[in-house]
């Protein structure tokens, strides 16, 4: 008999052979609800035309009324986004897993993400204007309605408050978003005052069922954690129709896995995007509110 038992020479440590992606926003949640349009060149101009009242004809064979429609533009100027990752080939030797394949969808996480970044800060910025973009459009002189600079929680009224300035500026019922923090999904859930957000009558089964509101007051509603911050624990939830934002796209995701001969044939993962996006109408309202409320 041996001396001393060597079993455990035999034993193999089992890891994990896959990556878990800590908790993050997987994809966009603004795509498909602005309009987006291909860009080729340095700029998108997004062209306009404004209303133009129909003339009443009074007699038989009256002159021709010649009318003068109101053209005008936007513009937008696309900023590049890129992700790059290096694996040395001794790291897969190293490592139980190849993470070529895990950095490739990290990395299209993270251009989403991006793409809502781009459209959220296109509803405040400063929109360019003019035939060559030279003018300059403030949220301010445009926004058809905004809290700033009161702080409180998401009711009712003030929801129904944004809802009324879009009917009485004719914007489209359908095709009306809101994007919200997760805490005015709460709020409004929560408040005795706010019976509409938790009845089945007047909003979607969701709400009762997974604690969101799917649509209501017209809007369709969006949870995002991205939306910006006002002042300490202020932030800012915007309400907006498709055809008021727009999104040019000078390259959509695109990715490549190769080896890098300068980087001692280490594999690159790498993705790129080019995107712009700008305010195109009035159609944008901006509601604040207390996160902690």
């Known amino acids: 008999m041996a001396a001393f038992d060597t079993v455990d020479q035999a034993r193999v440590l089992q890891f994990k052979a896959n990556v878990y992606h800590l908790y993050q926003q997987k994809g966009s949640k603004l795509r498909g609800t602005v309009r987006e349009e291909s860009l080729v060149g340095k700029a998108y101009f997004f062209e306009r035309l404004a209303a133009e009242a129909a003339v009443k004809k009074t007699t038989r064979h009256a002159d021709t009324v010649l009318l003068d429609p109101q053209h005008s533009r936007r513009m937008v100027v696309p900023v590049d986004y890129v992700w790059n990752a290096l694996v040395d080939q001794q790291d897969k ?4 897993i190849d993470p070529n394949s895990e950095y490739a969808i990290a990395a299209a ?15 405040t910025a400063d929109a360019k204007s003019g035939e060559d973009g030279s003018g300059t459009v403030t949220f301010a002189s445009e926004t058809i309605s905004d809290t700033d600079p009161s702080a409180a929680a998401v009711t009712t009224p003030n ?49 009762l069922v997974q604690g969101e509101i799917d649509t209501w007051v017209g809007f369709k509603w969006i949870t995002s954690t991205r939306t910006p911050l006002a002042a300490g624990t202020d932030y800012y939830n915007f309400f907006f129709h498709r055809d008021s934002m727009g999104i040019a796209m000078g390259k959509d995701i695109m990715a490549r896995l190769s080896e890098r001969p300068d980087k001692d044939y280490a594999v690159q993962s790498y993705a ?15 509601l604040r509110h207390d996160d902690n409320l």
């Open 93 to 96: 030797i190293r490592l139980l």
């Open 109 to 123: 996480n993270s251009l989403q993400r991006a793409y809502d970044d781009e459209v959220i800060l296109g509803f």
């Open 159 to 207: 929801i129904l408050t944004v809802k009324k300035a879009f009917d009485n500026a004719d914007i489209p019922s359908d095709n009306r978003y809101a994007i919200v923090r997760p805490s005015v999904i709460t709020q409004l859930l929560a408040a005795s005052t706010a019976p509409i957000a938790s009845s089945s009558d007047y909003n979607s089964i969701k709400a």
């Open 272 to 286: 790129c995007m080019t995107m712009g996006a700008s305010r195109l109408d009035k159609g944008v309202a901006r």
